[in-house]
């Protein structure tokens, strides 16, 4: 995630070391490499092996170095974590895999990307492998759609004020990064001292334009597969959306209820996986310190108990209203 220091930052670094345990040597899957921070410290320890995924090239560079350093060990695919299973894995002896969600400072910093609301020029926010850009959706899509995107994505109170806005503006002129941020503190009627005007409709278009709630699902589904027994699934989230995708997952799939009744009966443990800890991690004091903008992290992570590479879950149906939304990007 971003940090306010003028350098990246590994959020909850230290957090996630002592819950994968590289001393003990295993193949780690680094879902969000992001400038190899994670990737960086675990390579530290001899007899790992990581396999990283990002979906932005630009961060070929920073794994082309550690290539240099560690080619035997270390393997860099540009690729989403929903097509983790491309990777055709499941006979590794996968110990770990980490997602630290979200973007990184190098990536707020690009002007080009366009995923901070004090960016310039036309708007963007693609992180790497989209179909779609904020350009399309602010300047193509109806209003009653961008509502929705504003109210789910964002939880903008005034999601449809704004929409309508931005409807009547573009008849006259497509909106830019700088257009769009004035109109909405033009619309906004409650102004929020603690965060900008903009905070809101912007982490909205950047979940909608990267499809962040079905990359998070389909990711964590196939990283669940692909997982071996004893390993530890951990992923550090941003918002109160991920967070509550990520605890419903591990929690669904770590109790003795049967799932939901539209999904039929099978044979797997009742308990997939073992949660240590039920609350989520957080910053250290330190850390705030150093990197105040990790405040929002939290960290869950969960133990496989069995091989199964097969398995049921009801997280698409849970989350199916959140989906559909992400699917209005189909009509661009
Ligand atoms: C917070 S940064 C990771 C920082 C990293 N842990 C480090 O220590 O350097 C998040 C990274 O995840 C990548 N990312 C976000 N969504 C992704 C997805 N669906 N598939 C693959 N990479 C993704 C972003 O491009 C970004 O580089």
Redesign the pocket.
């Known amino acids: ?1 971003v940090s306010d220091v003028p350098k ?1 930052y ?1 959020v909850l670094l230290n957090e996630i070391i002592s819950i994968i345990t590289p001393q003990h040597g295993g193949t780690f899957i680094d ?8 990737t960086k410290r675990i390579l530290n320890f001899s007899n790992t092996n990581i396999i990283a ?4 090239i630009e ?1 070929k560079k920073k794994a082309d170095e550690i290539l240099d350093k560690f080619n035997d060990r270390f393997t860099f695919k540009n ?4 097509q983790l299973e491309d990777l055709k894995l499941k006979d590794n002896n996968i110990r770990g895999i980490i997602f ?5 400072y190098t ?1 707020i910093k690009d002007k080009k990307k366009g995923l901070s609301f004090n960016s310039i020029g036309d708007l963007n926010m693609q ?2 492998l989209n179909d779609f850009s904020a350009k399309d959706v602010i300047n193509k899509l109806q209003a009653k759609d961008l509502e929705k995107i504003f109210k789910y994505f964002g939880e903008e109170k005034e999601a449809k004020k704004i929409a309508n806005h931005i409807v009547r503006y573009r008849k006259h002129k497509i909106l830019n990064t700088e257009n769009l941020v004035e109109l909405i503190e033009k619309t906004k009627r409650q102004k929020n001292f603690k965060i900008h005007s903009a905070t809101k409709v912007f982490q909205a278009l950047r979940i909608f334009v ?1 499809k ?1 709630i079905s ?1 998070l699902i389909s ?1 964590l589904v196939c990283a669940t597969k692909i997982l071996s027994k004893d390993g530890v699934l951990a992923v550090v989230t941003f918002h109160s959306l991920e967070d509550k995708i990520v605890k419903y997952f591990l929690k669904s799939l770590s109790e003795n209820k049967s799932i939901s009744r539209y999904v039929p009966k099978i044979d797997q443990p009742s308990s997939l996986f073992k949660i240590i800890k039920k609350k989520p991690i957080k910053p250290s004091t330190k850390e705030l310190k150093e990197n105040f903008s990790s405040r929002s992290a939290k960290l869950r992570y969960a133990i496989k108990k069995d091989s199964f590479y097969k398995f049921k879950t009801d997280i698409f149906e849970k989350f199916q209203y959140l989906i559909d939304i992400e699917n209005l990007g189909n009509k661009l």
Do not use: A, P
């Open positions: 995630m990246h590994s879902c969000t490499f992001g400038q190899g921070g994670y995924l990002d979906r932005d961060c690729k989403k974590f929903s630290d969600l979200g973007y990184s990536q992180m790497g990267n962040e990359e990711g």
